[in-house]
Protein backbone atom coordinates (compact mmCIF):
# COMPACT_ATOMS: atom_id res chain seq x y z
CA UNK A 1 0.00 0.00 0.00
CA UNK A 2 1.26 3.68 -0.93
CA UNK A 3 2.19 5.25 2.07
CA UNK A 4 1.97 8.86 0.73
CA UNK A 5 1.08 10.38 -2.28
CA UNK A 6 1.02 13.48 -4.21
CA UNK A 7 -2.67 14.14 -5.76
CA UNK A 8 -3.80 16.68 -8.33
CA UNK A 9 -6.62 17.67 -8.63
CA UNK A 10 -7.80 19.58 -12.26
CA UNK A 11 -11.37 21.52 -11.94
CA UNK A 12 -12.52 21.75 -15.34
CA UNK A 13 -15.59 22.62 -14.68
CA UNK A 14 -15.36 25.51 -11.71
CA UNK A 15 -19.22 26.85 -11.86
CA UNK A 16 -20.31 23.19 -10.23
CA UNK A 17 -19.16 22.58 -6.38
CA UNK A 18 -17.83 19.37 -7.96
CA UNK A 19 -14.23 20.61 -7.38
CA UNK A 20 -14.66 22.42 -4.12
CA UNK A 21 -16.43 19.23 -2.89
CA UNK A 22 -13.87 16.65 -3.88
CA UNK A 23 -10.84 19.01 -2.42
CA UNK A 24 -12.48 19.38 0.89
CA UNK A 25 -12.64 15.12 0.89
CA UNK A 26 -8.83 14.72 -0.10
CA UNK A 27 -8.12 17.62 2.19
CA UNK A 28 -9.81 16.06 5.41
CA UNK A 29 -7.10 13.14 5.02
CA UNK A 30 -4.83 13.43 7.68
CA UNK A 31 -1.06 15.18 6.44
CA UNK A 32 1.21 13.13 5.11
CA UNK A 33 -1.41 10.98 3.77
CA UNK A 34 -2.23 13.34 0.79
CA UNK A 35 0.11 15.88 -0.43
CA UNK A 36 -2.84 18.06 -2.61
CA UNK A 37 -2.48 20.39 -5.63
CA UNK A 38 -5.35 21.97 -6.50
CA UNK A 39 -5.68 23.57 -10.55
CA UNK A 40 -9.11 25.54 -11.40
CA UNK A 41 -8.78 25.36 -15.48
CA UNK A 42 -11.69 27.36 -17.64
CA UNK A 43 -11.62 25.00 -20.41
CA UNK A 44 -13.86 26.23 -23.28
CA UNK A 45 -13.85 25.26 -27.54
CA UNK A 46 -11.60 27.69 -28.06
CA UNK A 47 -9.13 28.18 -25.65
CA UNK A 48 -8.68 23.86 -24.77
CA UNK A 49 -5.97 24.36 -27.03
CA UNK A 50 -3.78 26.62 -25.95
CA UNK A 51 -4.05 24.98 -22.21
CA UNK A 52 -0.78 23.96 -21.07
CA UNK A 53 -1.87 20.22 -19.29
CA UNK A 54 1.04 18.75 -19.74
CA UNK A 55 3.08 20.94 -17.92
CA UNK A 56 0.67 21.30 -15.40
CA UNK A 57 1.14 17.54 -14.86
CA UNK A 58 5.17 17.53 -15.09
CA UNK A 59 5.40 20.30 -12.42
CA UNK A 60 3.26 18.39 -9.63
CA UNK A 61 4.43 14.82 -10.71
CA UNK A 62 0.90 13.50 -9.30
CA UNK A 63 0.56 9.84 -8.50
CA UNK A 64 -2.44 10.11 -9.27
CA UNK A 65 -4.96 12.84 -11.50
CA UNK A 66 -8.57 13.95 -10.57
CA UNK A 67 -9.94 15.73 -13.44
CA UNK A 68 -13.60 17.34 -12.61
CA UNK A 69 -15.91 17.66 -16.21
CA UNK A 70 -18.30 19.18 -17.46
CA UNK A 71 -20.80 17.11 -19.92
CA UNK A 72 -20.11 19.10 -22.52
CA UNK A 73 -16.69 18.35 -22.56
CA UNK A 74 -16.85 14.73 -22.81
CA UNK A 75 -16.04 14.84 -26.47
CA UNK A 76 -12.74 16.56 -25.29
CA UNK A 77 -11.89 13.57 -22.82
CA UNK A 78 -9.35 12.00 -25.52
CA UNK A 79 -7.57 15.58 -26.04
CA UNK A 80 -7.60 15.99 -22.53
CA UNK A 81 -6.11 12.73 -21.81
CA UNK A 82 -3.10 13.25 -24.11
CA UNK A 83 -2.61 16.48 -22.87
CA UNK A 84 -2.49 14.98 -19.41
CA UNK A 85 -0.42 11.90 -19.48
CA UNK A 86 1.75 10.52 -21.56
CA UNK A 87 2.73 6.78 -22.24
CA UNK A 88 2.61 5.09 -18.75
CA UNK A 89 1.59 8.10 -16.40
CA UNK A 90 -0.20 8.28 -13.01
CA UNK A 91 -3.92 7.07 -13.45
CA UNK A 92 -7.14 9.64 -14.24
CA UNK A 93 -9.79 9.36 -12.14
CA UNK A 94 -12.84 11.16 -14.19
CA UNK A 95 -15.03 13.14 -11.73
CA UNK A 96 -18.99 14.11 -13.24
CA UNK A 97 -22.30 15.12 -11.85
CA UNK A 98 -23.35 12.10 -13.97
CA UNK A 99 -23.05 9.80 -17.09
CA UNK A 100 -24.92 7.03 -19.09
CA UNK A 101 -23.43 4.04 -19.26
CA UNK A 102 -21.90 4.39 -22.98
CA UNK A 103 -20.20 7.51 -21.72
CA UNK A 104 -18.24 5.93 -18.26
CA UNK A 105 -17.32 2.96 -21.16
CA UNK A 106 -15.81 5.58 -23.75
CA UNK A 107 -14.08 7.23 -20.74
CA UNK A 108 -12.29 3.98 -19.62
CA UNK A 109 -11.68 3.14 -23.31
CA UNK A 110 -9.47 6.42 -23.58
CA UNK A 111 -7.45 5.74 -20.62
CA UNK A 112 -9.59 6.30 -17.61
CA UNK A 113 -9.02 4.21 -14.61
CA UNK A 114 -11.87 5.04 -12.93
CA UNK A 115 -14.65 7.55 -12.25
CA UNK A 116 -16.91 8.85 -9.52
CA UNK A 117 -20.38 10.71 -10.30
CA UNK A 118 -22.47 12.76 -8.09
CA UNK A 119 -22.68 12.61 -4.74
CA UNK A 120 -19.44 12.55 -3.83
CA UNK A 121 -19.15 10.43 -0.62
CA UNK A 122 -15.42 10.78 1.65
CA UNK A 123 -15.02 6.69 2.16
CA UNK A 124 -16.09 5.90 -1.61
CA UNK A 125 -12.95 8.44 -2.77
CA UNK A 126 -10.46 7.50 -0.50
CA UNK A 127 -11.48 4.03 -1.24
CA UNK A 128 -11.17 4.22 -4.86
CA UNK A 129 -7.81 6.18 -5.18
CA UNK A 130 -5.91 3.60 -2.12
CA UNK A 131 -6.98 0.80 -4.21
CA UNK A 132 -5.65 2.43 -7.63
CA UNK A 133 -2.49 3.16 -5.97
CA UNK A 134 -2.10 -0.22 -4.51
CA UNK A 135 -2.87 -2.00 -7.52
CA UNK A 136 -0.73 -0.33 -10.13
CA UNK A 137 2.11 -2.96 -9.82
CA UNK A 138 -0.15 -6.18 -9.35
CA UNK A 139 -2.08 -5.69 -12.42
CA UNK A 140 0.36 -7.50 -15.11
CA UNK A 141 0.18 -10.19 -12.64
CA UNK A 142 -3.45 -10.59 -11.98
CA UNK A 143 -4.33 -10.00 -15.23
CA UNK A 144 -2.17 -12.72 -16.60
CA UNK A 145 -3.37 -15.21 -13.51
CA UNK A 146 -7.51 -14.72 -15.20
CA UNK A 147 -6.29 -15.32 -18.72
CA UNK A 148 -4.50 -18.37 -17.44
CA UNK A 149 -6.79 -19.89 -14.93
CA UNK A 150 -10.22 -18.28 -13.79
CA UNK A 151 -11.65 -16.06 -16.48
CA UNK A 152 -11.54 -14.63 -19.93
CA UNK A 153 -10.26 -18.11 -21.38
CA UNK A 154 -13.25 -19.83 -20.20
CA UNK A 155 -15.73 -17.61 -22.22
CA UNK A 156 -15.47 -19.16 -25.43
CA UNK A 157 -16.99 -17.52 -28.45
CA UNK A 158 -16.51 -15.28 -31.70
CA UNK A 159 -19.69 -14.20 -32.53
CA UNK A 160 -20.43 -10.32 -32.70
CA UNK A 161 -23.78 -10.33 -30.33
CA UNK A 162 -21.09 -11.90 -27.90
CA UNK A 163 -17.92 -10.44 -28.25
CA UNK A 164 -19.93 -6.76 -28.14
CA UNK A 165 -20.50 -8.16 -24.33
CA UNK A 166 -17.03 -9.89 -23.32
CA UNK A 167 -14.94 -7.03 -24.86
CA UNK A 168 -16.23 -4.63 -22.10
CA UNK A 169 -14.91 -6.76 -19.36
CA UNK A 170 -11.49 -5.20 -18.88
CA UNK A 171 -12.58 -2.01 -19.44
CA UNK A 172 -15.25 -2.20 -16.76
CA UNK A 173 -13.23 -4.28 -14.81
CA UNK A 174 -10.28 -1.59 -13.81
CA UNK A 175 -13.40 0.65 -12.12
CA UNK A 176 -15.42 0.03 -9.28
CA UNK A 177 -18.76 0.97 -10.77
CA UNK A 178 -21.57 -1.64 -9.75
CA UNK A 179 -22.61 -4.13 -12.67
CA UNK A 180 -25.94 -5.51 -13.92
CA UNK A 181 -25.53 -8.74 -15.56
CA UNK A 182 -28.31 -9.71 -17.08
CA UNK A 183 -29.40 -13.34 -19.30
CA UNK A 184 -30.77 -16.50 -19.34
CA UNK A 185 -30.16 -18.88 -17.41
CA UNK A 186 -26.85 -21.21 -18.14
CA UNK A 187 -25.61 -18.01 -20.48
CA UNK A 188 -22.24 -17.46 -17.96
CA UNK A 189 -23.31 -14.75 -15.62
CA UNK A 190 -21.16 -15.81 -13.05
CA UNK A 191 -18.17 -16.78 -15.37
CA UNK A 192 -18.46 -12.97 -16.10
CA UNK A 193 -18.77 -11.78 -12.64
CA UNK A 194 -15.52 -13.78 -11.84
CA UNK A 195 -13.63 -12.01 -14.61
CA UNK A 196 -14.85 -8.69 -13.40
CA UNK A 197 -13.48 -9.60 -10.29
CA UNK A 198 -10.20 -11.31 -11.03
CA UNK A 199 -9.07 -7.94 -13.27
CA UNK A 200 -10.19 -5.44 -11.08
CA UNK A 201 -7.97 -3.71 -8.49
CA UNK A 202 -9.79 -5.74 -6.01
CA UNK A 203 -8.52 -9.24 -7.26
CA UNK A 204 -6.31 -10.26 -4.61
CA UNK A 205 -9.31 -10.09 -2.25
CA UNK A 206 -12.34 -12.34 -1.67
CA UNK A 207 -14.65 -13.33 -4.35
CA UNK A 208 -18.05 -14.40 -3.08
CA UNK A 209 -21.39 -15.81 -5.04
CA UNK A 210 -24.84 -16.02 -3.51
CA UNK A 211 -27.92 -17.11 -4.88
CA UNK A 212 -30.84 -15.07 -3.17
CA UNK A 213 -32.75 -17.03 -4.74
CA UNK A 214 -31.68 -20.48 -3.18
CA UNK A 215 -32.12 -18.73 0.83
CA UNK A 216 -35.28 -18.33 2.26
CA UNK A 217 -36.48 -15.00 2.57
CA UNK A 218 -35.87 -14.90 6.17
CA UNK A 219 -32.62 -16.33 6.32
CA UNK A 220 -31.00 -13.60 3.39
CA UNK A 221 -30.53 -10.88 5.67
CA UNK A 222 -28.87 -12.58 8.05
CA UNK A 223 -26.34 -14.05 5.42
CA UNK A 224 -25.76 -10.81 3.79
CA UNK A 225 -25.27 -9.05 7.25
CA UNK A 226 -24.23 -11.40 9.96
CA UNK A 227 -25.87 -11.57 13.61
CA UNK A 228 -24.51 -10.99 17.35
CA UNK A 229 -25.64 -13.61 20.05
CA UNK A 230 -28.84 -13.71 20.97
CA UNK A 231 -30.68 -11.76 18.32
CA UNK A 232 -32.99 -14.75 17.91
CA UNK A 233 -33.70 -18.06 19.14
CA UNK A 234 -30.40 -19.73 18.44
CA UNK A 235 -28.47 -17.69 17.92
CA UNK A 236 -25.69 -18.30 20.29
CA UNK A 237 -22.77 -16.97 19.09
CA UNK A 238 -21.70 -14.08 16.80
CA UNK A 239 -21.80 -14.85 12.79
CA UNK A 240 -20.12 -12.78 10.41
CA UNK A 241 -21.84 -12.04 6.95
CA UNK A 242 -21.07 -12.11 3.72
CA UNK A 243 -20.55 -8.32 3.46
CA UNK A 244 -18.38 -8.53 6.04
CA UNK A 245 -16.38 -11.74 4.58
CA UNK A 246 -16.18 -10.00 0.97
CA UNK A 247 -14.48 -6.86 2.44
CA UNK A 248 -11.46 -5.14 0.06
CA UNK A 249 -13.42 -7.55 -2.61
CA UNK A 250 -16.93 -8.28 -4.54
CA UNK A 251 -20.13 -9.95 -3.62
CA UNK A 252 -22.02 -11.48 -6.45
CA UNK A 253 -25.84 -11.54 -5.89
CA UNK A 254 -27.24 -14.16 -8.36
CA UNK A 255 -30.92 -14.13 -8.81
CA UNK A 256 -30.80 -10.21 -7.55
CA UNK A 257 -34.59 -10.43 -8.09
CA UNK A 258 -35.71 -12.60 -5.74
CA UNK A 259 -35.04 -10.19 -3.00
CA UNK A 260 -37.51 -9.19 -0.82
CA UNK A 261 -38.78 -5.72 -0.86
CA UNK A 262 -37.46 -5.33 3.24
CA UNK A 263 -34.19 -6.64 1.69
CA UNK A 264 -33.82 -4.30 -1.20
CA UNK A 265 -34.66 -1.58 1.49
CA UNK A 266 -31.64 -2.79 3.45
CA UNK A 267 -29.25 -3.50 0.68
CA UNK A 268 -30.28 0.29 -0.79
CA UNK A 269 -28.68 1.74 2.39
CA UNK A 270 -25.52 -0.09 2.06
CA UNK A 271 -25.10 1.08 -1.62
CA UNK A 272 -25.40 4.52 -0.28
CA UNK A 273 -23.45 4.16 2.52
CA UNK A 274 -21.84 1.39 2.66
CA UNK A 275 -22.91 0.99 6.08
CA UNK A 276 -25.10 -1.93 7.44
CA UNK A 277 -26.05 -2.77 11.04
CA UNK A 278 -25.90 -7.21 11.65
CA UNK A 279 -28.71 -8.05 13.76
CA UNK A 280 -29.38 -7.73 17.00
CA UNK A 281 -26.23 -5.48 17.22
CA UNK A 282 -27.03 -1.62 17.71
CA UNK A 283 -23.57 -0.46 16.15
CA UNK A 284 -23.39 0.35 12.49
CA UNK A 285 -20.54 -1.03 10.42
CA UNK A 286 -18.91 -0.62 7.16
CA UNK A 287 -17.55 -2.34 4.50
CA UNK A 288 -15.75 -1.87 1.48
CA UNK A 289 -17.07 -4.52 -0.99
CA UNK A 290 -18.61 -4.24 -4.72
CA UNK A 291 -21.60 -5.26 -5.63
CA UNK A 292 -22.06 -7.30 -8.88
CA UNK A 293 -25.84 -8.78 -9.56
CA UNK A 294 -26.99 -10.91 -11.69
CA UNK A 295 -30.33 -12.02 -13.27
CA UNK A 296 -32.17 -14.39 -15.42
CA UNK A 297 -35.20 -12.22 -15.37
CA UNK A 298 -36.51 -8.28 -16.92
CA UNK A 299 -35.69 -5.90 -13.87
CA UNK A 300 -37.63 -3.45 -15.74
CA UNK A 301 -40.57 -5.10 -15.94
CA UNK A 302 -40.22 -6.08 -12.63
CA UNK A 303 -39.94 -2.48 -11.52
CA UNK A 304 -43.18 -1.70 -13.33
CA UNK A 305 -44.91 -4.19 -11.62
CA UNK A 306 -44.08 -3.23 -8.63
CA UNK A 307 -41.42 -6.54 -7.73
CA UNK A 308 -38.82 -4.47 -7.83
CA UNK A 309 -37.69 -1.03 -6.16
CA UNK A 310 -36.91 1.14 -9.01
CA UNK A 311 -34.27 3.49 -6.88
CA UNK A 312 -32.12 0.23 -5.97
CA UNK A 313 -32.47 -0.77 -10.35
CA UNK A 314 -31.03 2.28 -11.00
CA UNK A 315 -27.86 1.80 -8.43
CA UNK A 316 -26.98 -1.56 -9.42
CA UNK A 317 -27.56 -0.88 -12.76
CA UNK A 318 -24.26 1.27 -13.50
CA UNK A 319 -22.05 -1.03 -15.91
CA UNK A 320 -24.88 -3.23 -17.51
CA UNK A 321 -23.88 -6.46 -19.11
CA UNK A 322 -26.93 -8.29 -21.24
CA UNK A 323 -25.57 -11.86 -22.53
CA UNK A 324 -26.93 -13.82 -25.32
CA UNK A 325 -28.78 -17.03 -25.12
CA UNK A 326 -26.67 -19.46 -26.71
CA UNK A 327 -29.73 -19.90 -29.61
CA UNK A 328 -28.57 -16.38 -30.97
CA UNK A 329 -25.15 -17.31 -31.39
CA UNK A 330 -25.22 -20.58 -32.78
CA UNK A 331 -22.43 -20.47 -34.87
CA UNK A 332 -20.33 -20.54 -31.36
CA UNK A 333 -21.40 -24.04 -30.88
CA UNK A 334 -18.97 -26.24 -32.79
CA UNK A 335 -16.12 -23.70 -31.21
CA UNK A 336 -18.15 -24.23 -27.59
CA UNK A 337 -18.41 -27.86 -28.35
CA UNK A 338 -14.82 -28.47 -29.01
CA UNK A 339 -13.46 -26.81 -26.26
CA UNK A 340 -15.87 -29.11 -23.60
CA UNK A 341 -14.92 -32.34 -26.00
CA UNK A 342 -11.08 -31.45 -24.79
CA UNK A 343 -11.66 -30.55 -21.63
CA UNK A 344 -13.73 -33.53 -20.72
CA UNK A 345 -12.01 -36.09 -22.67
CA UNK A 346 -8.56 -34.58 -20.53
CA UNK A 347 -10.39 -34.88 -17.13
CA UNK A 348 -12.08 -38.15 -17.52
CA UNK A 349 -8.84 -39.73 -19.48
CA UNK A 350 -10.39 -40.63 -22.61
CA UNK A 351 -9.08 -40.72 -26.48
CA UNK A 352 -11.86 -38.94 -27.62
CA UNK A 353 -10.65 -36.19 -30.24
CA UNK A 354 -13.40 -34.85 -32.06
CA UNK A 355 -17.30 -35.12 -32.92
CA UNK A 356 -18.53 -36.38 -36.64
CA UNK A 357 -20.73 -34.44 -38.62
CA UNK A 358 -23.54 -35.80 -38.35
CA UNK A 359 -23.34 -35.44 -34.23
CA UNK A 360 -22.38 -31.77 -34.56
CA UNK A 361 -25.47 -31.25 -36.86
CA UNK A 362 -27.31 -32.47 -34.24
CA UNK A 363 -26.11 -29.97 -32.15
CA UNK A 364 -26.23 -27.32 -33.96
CA UNK A 365 -30.11 -27.84 -34.28
CA UNK A 366 -30.74 -27.84 -31.03
CA UNK A 367 -32.68 -25.03 -29.63
CA UNK A 368 -30.50 -25.01 -26.28
CA UNK A 369 -32.86 -23.94 -23.36
CA UNK A 370 -30.71 -24.48 -20.87
CA UNK A 371 -27.72 -22.25 -22.73
CA UNK A 372 -24.05 -23.20 -22.29
CA UNK A 373 -24.26 -24.63 -19.41
CA UNK A 374 -26.70 -27.33 -20.82
CA UNK A 375 -24.57 -27.61 -24.23
CA UNK A 376 -21.49 -28.52 -21.67
CA UNK A 377 -23.51 -31.58 -19.79
CA UNK A 378 -24.43 -32.56 -23.36
CA UNK A 379 -20.46 -33.04 -24.10
CA UNK A 380 -19.62 -34.54 -21.03
CA UNK A 381 -22.22 -37.01 -21.53
CA UNK A 382 -20.92 -37.74 -24.85
CA UNK A 383 -17.53 -38.04 -23.86
CA UNK A 384 -17.78 -40.65 -21.05
CA UNK A 385 -20.28 -42.89 -23.25
CA UNK A 386 -17.80 -42.41 -26.36
CA UNK A 387 -16.46 -45.78 -27.26
CA UNK A 388 -14.13 -44.49 -30.20
CA UNK A 389 -11.96 -41.31 -30.75
CA UNK A 390 -14.68 -39.76 -32.91
CA UNK A 391 -17.85 -38.97 -30.97
CA UNK A 392 -21.24 -40.50 -33.72
CA UNK A 393 -24.86 -38.87 -33.13
CA UNK A 394 -26.36 -41.47 -31.18
CA UNK A 395 -23.94 -40.82 -28.51
CA UNK A 396 -24.92 -36.98 -28.23
CA UNK A 397 -28.22 -37.25 -26.20
CA UNK A 398 -30.78 -34.18 -26.11
CA UNK A 399 -34.30 -34.33 -24.86
CA UNK A 400 -37.40 -34.37 -26.78
CA UNK A 401 -37.98 -30.71 -28.01
CA UNK A 402 -41.29 -29.09 -26.25
CA UNK A 403 -44.10 -27.74 -28.77
CA UNK A 404 -45.14 -24.63 -29.42
CA UNK A 405 -47.95 -23.46 -26.60
CA UNK A 406 -50.32 -22.31 -29.71
CA UNK A 407 -50.85 -19.20 -28.92
CA UNK A 408 -48.98 -17.56 -31.43
CA UNK A 409 -50.77 -16.83 -34.77
CA UNK A 410 -49.99 -19.31 -37.79
CA UNK A 411 -48.15 -16.95 -39.72
CA UNK A 412 -46.20 -15.72 -36.62
CA UNK A 413 -45.12 -19.37 -36.35
CA UNK A 414 -44.80 -20.18 -39.70
CA UNK A 415 -42.35 -17.64 -40.35
CA UNK A 416 -40.51 -18.12 -37.18
CA UNK A 417 -40.01 -22.45 -38.21
CA UNK A 418 -38.98 -21.56 -41.67
CA UNK A 419 -36.50 -18.81 -40.33
CA UNK A 420 -35.10 -21.61 -38.24
CA UNK A 421 -35.21 -24.12 -40.91
CA UNK A 422 -33.37 -21.85 -42.90
CA UNK A 423 -30.69 -20.71 -40.49
CA UNK A 424 -29.79 -24.19 -38.95
CA UNK A 425 -29.84 -26.01 -42.62
CA UNK A 426 -27.21 -23.69 -43.50
CA UNK A 427 -25.40 -24.32 -40.10
CA UNK A 428 -25.32 -28.12 -40.52
CA UNK A 429 -24.20 -27.66 -44.05
CA UNK A 430 -21.56 -25.67 -42.69
CA UNK A 431 -20.39 -27.85 -39.95
CA UNK A 432 -20.32 -30.68 -42.23
CA UNK A 433 -18.37 -28.61 -44.66
CA UNK A 434 -16.00 -27.37 -42.51
CA UNK A 435 -17.00 -23.66 -43.47
CA UNK A 436 -16.65 -24.40 -47.04
CA UNK A 437 -19.17 -22.00 -48.56
CA UNK A 438 -18.60 -23.54 -52.27
CA UNK A 439 -19.23 -26.97 -51.15
CA UNK A 440 -22.34 -26.12 -48.86
CA UNK A 441 -23.62 -24.01 -51.78
CA UNK A 442 -23.37 -27.43 -53.90
CA UNK A 443 -24.68 -29.53 -51.59
CA UNK A 444 -28.00 -27.18 -50.93
CA UNK A 445 -28.41 -26.67 -54.85
CA UNK A 446 -27.92 -22.95 -54.49
CA UNK A 447 -25.55 -20.34 -55.87
CA UNK A 448 -22.71 -19.50 -53.93
CA UNK A 449 -24.01 -15.96 -53.71
CA UNK A 450 -27.52 -16.83 -52.95
CA UNK A 451 -25.95 -18.73 -50.50
CA UNK A 452 -23.90 -15.82 -49.41
CA UNK A 453 -26.97 -13.47 -48.33
CA UNK A 454 -28.60 -16.32 -46.65
CA UNK A 455 -25.53 -16.48 -44.23
CA UNK A 456 -25.41 -12.82 -44.15
CA UNK A 457 -29.30 -12.42 -43.30
CA UNK A 458 -28.89 -14.96 -40.32
CA UNK A 459 -25.28 -13.09 -39.44
CA UNK A 460 -23.55 -16.73 -39.76
CA UNK A 461 -19.85 -16.33 -40.17
CA UNK A 462 -18.31 -19.66 -41.88
CA UNK A 463 -14.81 -18.73 -39.85
CA UNK A 464 -16.58 -20.45 -36.70
CA UNK A 465 -17.30 -23.65 -38.95
CA UNK A 466 -13.24 -24.18 -40.23
CA UNK A 467 -11.53 -26.75 -38.33
CA UNK A 468 -8.72 -25.62 -35.63
CA UNK A 469 -6.47 -26.65 -32.66
CA UNK A 470 -7.66 -26.09 -29.35
Known amino acids: ?170 LVAKCDARVLISGETGTGKELVARAIHYLSPRGNKPFIPVNCGAIPADLLENELFGHERGAFTGASAHQSGLLEEANGGSLLLDEIDCLSLTSQVKLLRFLQEREYRPLGSARIRKADVRIIAATNVDLERAVKDGAFRRDLYYRLNIMPFILPPLRERSEDIPLLSQYFLAKYADQFKKKVTDLSSEALQKLVFYDW ?57 IQGLLCTYQGNITKAAEAARKNRRAFWQLMRKYGIDARSYKSRDL
Not at 395 to 401: D, F, H, R, T, Y
Request: proline share 5%.
Open 1 to 170: MVKQANILLLDCNPTSNLGSALGCILKSCSKPTINLSQESIEICETAISNTNLSNIVSRRSPDAIFIVLSPLLLNKADFLFQSIRRDLGPPIIVVLEEGDPDQMLELLRLGAADFITHPLRTMDVILRLWRLLDHSHRQEILTRTLREKLGLRLLVGESPVFLAEIDKIP
Open 369 to 425: PGNVRELEHVVERAVVLSKQAIIRSDEVILPVSKSSSGKESFQSVKREAIAQFEKKY
